[in-house]
């Protein structure tokens, strides 16, 4: 089982990205995945995940309205379409197998499962 992600790079603020994950030994309809970050001297962070039944998003509190997760389950890829950029978005962007839950107020959470890929960086500066 391996993840591959792409897509990383040096973008201005307000600029765009999109970040793919190439699985291969799973299939992404089956499977929850998301996108994790973490930045020099932070904590990792989950960014986005994609549920495995019905395509169910999360999305962090900080990337909510400017980022958005898809998965094209024929090429067996998950996307982060990542707009409105920001200096505080830099990091080491990576994809993982995910484990999803419906909390008690009905939203969702994420966690990292088992299978992690490397990284691709992103860097928001002028």
């Known amino acids: 089982v391996q993840l591959q992600a792409s897509g990383g790079g040096l973008v201005q603020p307000g600029g765009s990205l999109r970040l793919s994950c190439a699985a291969s030994?799973?299939?992404?309809?089956?499977?929850?995945i998301g996108w994790f970050r973490q930045a020099p001297g932070k904590e990792r962070e989950g960014v986005s995940c994609?549920?495995?039944?019905?395509?169910?998003?999360y999305y962090a509190d900080s990337v909510k309205g400017r980022f958005t997760i898809s998965r094209h389950n024929a090429k067996n890829t998950v996307y982060l379409q990542m707009n409105s950029l920001k200096p505080e978005d830099t990091a080491v962007y990576y994809c993982?197998?995910?484990?999803?839950?419906?909390?008690?107020?009905?939203?969702?959470?994420?966690?990292?499962?088992?299978?992690r890929g490397q990284g691709t960086l992103v860097t928001v500066s002028s």
């Open positions: 993982a197998t995910a484990r999803m839950f419906i909390e008690p107020d009905y939203s969702l959470s994420c966690y990292e499962n088992d299978v």
């Open positions: 030994g799973l299939t992404s309809d089956v499977t929850p």
């Open positions: 994609i549920s495995s039944t019905d395509g169910s998003p």
